[in-house]
């Protein structure tokens, strides 16, 4: 019995071998039963996504637990999309955090594509409820878009439709990242790039068919370029695949390349004054760390299981991943079994094996620099220490290649479950026995990734100095605010403040991704989290760390006053802190101002010293 191939769009635009109430072709109006289908599907998805963020919408004053510093930072960011619409902002750099050098807002996570057209909600509600809107709706559309494009375009079944789709958004990569990445949950521009890719080869179609892809590249190009970059790769391993084994699509390569073509021209237009920013403008950077270029998935971790799924706990996901938001190889067992069988079932389809392929080479690339099994290091180098430092790929983190399998498998198991509903109808006979194996297998493998609430963790209310604008009077004339601790990747919290004034209260120093401008940086200008350390900073990160005061000398006072001046300090703020009397005592030692407890904070008057 021969495997029929996975569905390539026709020169109609829709699936190959597709029912005609589910093609893609539009000549078909959808039965009454296909549209309660389709319902029923986004209903699951909405509730999937509902499920996974229910502890952030019954507890307002809760963030995710295990990434509250990323979530404080997509918070700034939403309040920064707002201030581009009501204050026309300029929306690639702000000088609004890092006070004086600002931050370049393209080399980060800005997110605006969303954030613009979520104004709306930032205004009336504030910026954890967009954050919160952002994370839950991207998953949800992320299932939405993968489940149309399968049902329509892909696969013709909205069956394996809804499985392949419900993995893609909801699998264990997926819902790890939920926690504090809503920019890469929300990948729901993906299977529209795929579809708009593949409805080049149209005959007389190329011209609008390429504008439109051009607009998607766009969209996600404002959304996230690290999943836009294996999206890209991805498709052009794919289209080559088919290029080279389908002679028969060979006939729309004029039209095809047309189209990819005018994609290229305009999506290169549309960019090229913010990727000129983003990689030559201020406060550029030149590729991440070598530290950060090292987070890679373990071997191990393909067969164990998330701590976010049914069958996971911290305890299987120890040391198999960097921390809690990058499990994005945790597979289990079960299911890295049934696409390797899917792999052979399917394997006579030019498409499963060029997916297959390509998995693997993902795979492969997420090892790293040096392969490492159960938290250990081999001493077998890998194949991306070739690779990660040319352009571009400096800036990618290997273990997020791992990210990718994530839709290559969706895919197979919609082609898999697919086949299966194919092989029943063929043979009414054994119906029901094809039917119960198909379930079972699926169950065995799926129950035990099944998504769990995402944890959560209460904070502390922003305090009223800051939501009443008590702060204002000290930062005319161009001032910043300085929180203590000052704010870095383990300390976001005044990022969150900040977001909550509309981003009005300027910062020094913050959370984000920056140049290291250290004399001794190797190599200059790599991307450093959070601003070039000062010895205020490095002092009070000291207290942060250990809650002992390091030794105050006529030198470091004199050293504090420069950093205060540097950063055009107004005011320093204290909120509460595990370390608060260390803090406080600090900084009264350091400037010789005695500070005023108001609006929740201790508060130093600094103008006097940077005047």
């Not at 006529?554 to 909120?575: E, K, M, N």
Request: glycine fraction near 8%.
């Amino acid at each position: 019995m021969t495997t029929p191939e996975p569905d390539v769009p026709s020169d109609s635009g829709g699936p190959a071998a597709a029912p005609s109430a589910e093609g893609a072709s539009g000549a078909v109006r959808p039965s009454r039963r296909g549209i309660w289908a389709d319902l029923a599907a986004v209903l699951s998805f909405v509730l999937l996504g509902f499920w996974v963020t229910c502890r952030l919408w019954l507890d307002p004053g809760s963030d995710v637990r295990d990434n509250q510093s990323d979530q404080s930072q997509f918070e700034w960011m939403m309040a920064h999309g707002a201030r581009v619409v009501t204050h026309f902002a300029y929306p690639f750099h702000s000088n609004q955090m890092n006070v004086p050098d600002g931050v370049n807002l393209m080399a980060n996570t800005s997110v605006l594509s969303i954030s613009l057209p979520m104004t709306p909600i930032t205004l009336l509600f504030g910026p954890r409820a967009s954050f919160l809107v952002f994370l839950t709706a991207g998953m949800i559309a992320t299932a939405v878009a993968w489940y149309f494009v399968l049902s329509r375009v892909l696969i013709g079944s909205r069956g394996p439709a809804w499985l392949g789709a419900g993995f893609c958004a909801f699998a264990p990569a997926m819902v790890s990242h939920a926690n504090g990445h809503p920019n890469i949950v929300s990948q729901f521009v993906v299977p529209l790039i795929i579809w708009r890719t593949l409805r080049l080869g149209e005959p007389g179609r190329w011209l609008r068919n390429g504008v439109l892809l051009a607009l998607v590249i766009v969209w996600q190009a404002f959304l996230n370029l690290e999943i836009l970059l294996m999206t890209a790769i991805g498709l052009g391993v794919i289209v080559g695949v088919l290029a080279l084994g389908r002679p028969d699509l060979r006939s729309r390569a004029r039209s095809f390349l047309a189209g990819l073509a005018v994609a290229a021209g305009i999506a290169g237009l549309l960019l090229a004054y913010p990727l000129y920013v983003q990689f030559f403008g201020p406060d550029a950077y030149s590729g991440l760390s070598r530290l950060i270029r090292g987070y890679s998935s373990d071997v191990a971790s393909f067969v164990a299981y998330s701590r976010e799924s049914l069958a996971g706990s911290a305890r299987t996901a120890a040391g198999l991943a960097k921390n809690p938001t990058e499990e994005n190889s945790f597979f289990g067992w079960a299911l890295v079994v049934l696409v390797i069988a899917l792999v052979w079932w399917l394997r006579r389809s030019i498409v499963v094996l060029a997916l297959a392929a390509l998995g693997l080479l993902f795979a492969v690339l997420s090892l790293g620099r040096e392969v490492r099994f159960d938290n250990r290091g081999t001493g077998v180098p890998g194949p991306w220490a070739a690779l990660e430092n040319l352009p571009i790929l400096h800036s990618v983190v290997p273990t997020r290649w791992a990210l990718a399998i994530t839709p290559i498998i969706g895919l197979l198991l919609a082609y898999g479950a697919e086949r299966a509903r194919e092989l029943a109808e063929a043979h009414p006979a054994a119906r029901g026995q094809v039917r119960f194996v198909t379930a079972t297998v699926l169950t065995m493998a799926l129950l035990p990734i099944v998504p769990t609430p995402l944890p959560v963790a209460r904070l502390d209310p922003v305090p009223s100095f800051v939501t009443t604008g008590a702060w204002r009077p000290y930062v005319t004339g161009g001032r910043s605010v300085v929180t203590l601790p000052l704010p870095d990747t383990t300390y976001a919290e005044p990022l969150r403040w900040s977001a909550a004034t509309r981003l009005d209260m300027p910062l020094a120093r913050g959370y984000f991704l920056g140049p290291d401008t250290r004399p001794n940086a190797d190599p200059p200008k790599v991307a450093l989290f959070g601003a070039t350390p000062r010895p205020t900073s490095s002092f009070f990160a000291t207290i942060r760390r250990t809650g002992a005061v390091p030794p105050i000398t006529p030198q470091s006072r004199v050293r504090a006053v420069d950093d205060l001046r540097y950063w055009r300090a107004g005011v320093v703020i204290l909120g509460p802190h595990e370390h608060e009397a260390a803090l406080r005592r600090g900084m009264t030692e350091l400037t010789g101002i005695q500070p005023v407890f108001t609006g929740g904070v201790w508060v130093w008057d600094v103008r006097s010293l940077t005047d």
